[in-house]
C-alpha cells in the first residue's frame, strides 16, 4: 500500500523551530525526489523544498530559503524538514510527497504521491 504518513507539526511561537518527518513506504520512496509542500488557509498549496534520490540536489522556495533544511534518509524511508526561525507566516498544513521521478522541482503536478498533512501553527 503507498503510504506517506507526516509527523511533527505543532503550535509554536515565532522564532522557534519544529521539525517535520514523513515516513514512506518503500516502493513510492525509492529512486524518488521528495519533498514538501504547504497550505494556508484560503491560499494555494505552495512548494517548500525538495530533495532528489542522492540528497546531492536540493531546492527551497525563496520564503523558507536560509531557515529551512530538507535532508532524507534512505535507509529509514523517511525524509525530514527542519524548521528554523518560524514565522507566523510559516502557518499553513505542510505536505510530504514524493514526486513521479528523480527530477528535483517544485511543480505540483510532479508529485504522485501525498501525505495527509501535518498543521504547523507559529504565533506571534
Known amino acids: 500500500q503507498v503510504q506517506l504518513v507526516e509527523s511533527g507539526g505543532g503550535l509554536v511561537q515565532a522564532g522557534d523551530s519544529l521539525r517535520l518527518s514523513c515516513a514512506a513506504s518503500?516502493?513510492?520512496?525509492?529512486?524518488?525526489?521528495m519533498g514538501w509542500f504547504r497550505q494556508a488557509p484560503g491560499k494555494e498549496r505552495e512548494f517548500v523544498a525538495a530533495?532528489?534520490?542522492?540528497?546531492?540536489?536540493?531546492r527551497y522556495a525563496e520564503p523558507v530559503q536560509g531557515r529551512f533544511s530538507i535532508f532524507r534518509d534512505n535507509a529509514k524511508n523517511t525524509v525530514s524538514l527542519q524548521m528554523n526561525s518560524l514565522k507566523p507566516e510559516d502557518t499553513a498544513v505542510y505536505y510530504c510527497?514524493?514526486?513521479?521521478?528523480?527530477?528535483?522541482?517544485?511543480?505540483?503536478?510532479?508529485?504522485?504521491?501525498w501525505g495527509q498533512g501535518t498543521q504547523v501553527t507559529v504565533s506571534s
Open positions: 518503500g516502493d513510492i520512496f525509492s529512486r524518488r525526489v
Open positions: 530533495v532528489s534520490w542522492s540528497g546531492t540536489t536540493i
Open positions: 510527497a514524493a514526486r513521479r521521478n528523480n527530477v528535483v522541482d517544485s511543480d505540483y503536478a510532479g508529485y504522485a504521491y
